[in-house]
């Protein structure tokens, strides 16, 4: 199958053999996809180098054979954001996610206008903890997995002063012991409101979101993760 001028967001891109690029991009039709960039080597072959670098937004030509496909033209849309530090570090952790969770070949338009919203946010440097909860909370929906945040599994809506335990198969339980992995129901309604909560409460929801997604990992487990826990500790993200 051809596909011709197919927007997408590059993900990753590595070297394979001596003038190739294995190149993982999230389209805007088809959902993740492989694709084989050969003979990308020599001055003549910079421009399209410097389109698979990771959050370049591009148009793709390529022909699908299998689970890879041929990348025959590319082309940039627009400057990708310069981030630095840790919204720079951030995209690692998205982009991993992404790699991790979606199959290839799996049409996925509302994950790649959710990279979309993502990637504007970094770019104007909003607040990166909440940035990372909503990117976190969005997937999980998208993938099938998410539910209403701000209602129990009792079916009553989270008292803002109680707190709760995250069952990834019923959603927020009442934990009347207020166990360490709780959170309170402020913040569940905060997140499910998409009201940014105070600092406390985002701390509270980067480790129920991080469980959700544990769960859906499996056996797997996230560079990335340790880079974040790090820049936690030392206040600048969560």
């Not at 993982?24 to 389109?51: C, F, I, P, S």
């Not at 166990?179 to 905060?190: E, K, P, Q, R, Y």
Request: net charge neutral; with cysteine.
């Amino acid at each position: 199958m051809r596909v011709q001028g197919q927007p997408a967001f590059v993900l990753h891109a590595r070297a394979w053999r001596e003038t190739s690029f294995i190149v993982e991009v999230l389209t805007q039709d088809y959902g993740r996809l492989a694709l084989v960039a050969r003979g990308m080597t020599g001055a003549k072959k910079h421009n399209q180098r410097a389109a698979l670098q990771p959050m370049q937004y591009v148009r793709l030509d390529y022909q699908l054979k299998g689970e890879m496909a041929s990348m025959q033209q590319v082309e940039t849309l627009d400057v990708a954001p310069r981030l630095q530090g840790d919204y720079l570090l951030s995209t690692f952790y998205i982009h991993e996610l992404l790699l991790k969770l979606l199959p290839r070949q799996d049409a996925a338009n509302d994950v790649f206008e959710l990279y979309q919203e993502t990637r504007n946010r970094l770019a104007l440097q909003e607040s990166l903890a909440w940035t990372l909860r909503r990117f976190e909370r969005d997937l999980l929906q998208a993938i099938g997995v998410g539910f209403a945040f701000d209602l129990a599994h009792d079916g009553q809506i989270c008292d803002p002063a109680a707190r709760y335990r995250i069952d990834s198969e019923h959603g927020p339980v009442r934990d009347n012991r207020h166990s360490a992995a709780s959170v309170s129901g402020a913040a569940l309604i905060a997140l499910a409101h998409d009201k940014m909560p105070v600092n406390e409460q985002l701390q509270e929801l980067r480790g129920a979101l991080r469980g959700l997604i544990k769960e859906q990992l499996g056996n797997t487990e996230l560079k990335s993760w340790g880079l974040l826990s790090e820049l936690a500790r030392v206040g600048k993200t969560a």
